[in-house]
Nanobody, 122 residues
């Protein structure tokens, strides 16, 4: 069982930056995917970025060039650097994990953090 705890959310003006962190309770072994999803009020969960062990990051088209997902060498902390934030990106951001390859469907992730709120004002 892997527990995920996010931090780093907050309020920022449009064009600003935030860095989210997600600490995993255990080493996320090989063949494991971690990532970030977000959910705005009244909207479905949306994949933001994912990274598979030893693989390249994968981003939603809407965040390419502005967001960067990374992981520490110990594979216990996941980060999401968010630059040039937009008001429409106001949402609860969730750290997720699953054994095996990454997936676009949030239902395929069995590990979820409690979420951290990101609010972007215009």
């Amino acid at each position: 069982q892997v527990q995920l705890v996010e931090s780093g959310g907050g309020s920022v003006q449009a064009g600003g930056s935030l860095r989210l962190s997600c600490v995993a309770s255990t080493y996320t072994r090989n063949s494991f995917c971690m990532g970030w999803f977000r959910q705005a009020p009244g909207k479905e969960r949306e994949r933001v970025a994912t990274i598979y062990t030893g693989g390249s990051p994968n981003y939603a088209d809407s965040v390419k060039g502005r967001f960067t997902i990374s992981q520490d060498n110990a594979k216990t902390t996941l980060y999401l650097q968010m630059n040039n934030l937009k008001p429409e990106e106001t949402a609860m951001y969730y750290c997720v994990g699953r054994s095996g390859l990454c997936a676009n469907n949030p239902d395929n992730y069995n590990y979820w953090g409690q979420g951290t709120q990101v609010t972007v004002s215009s």
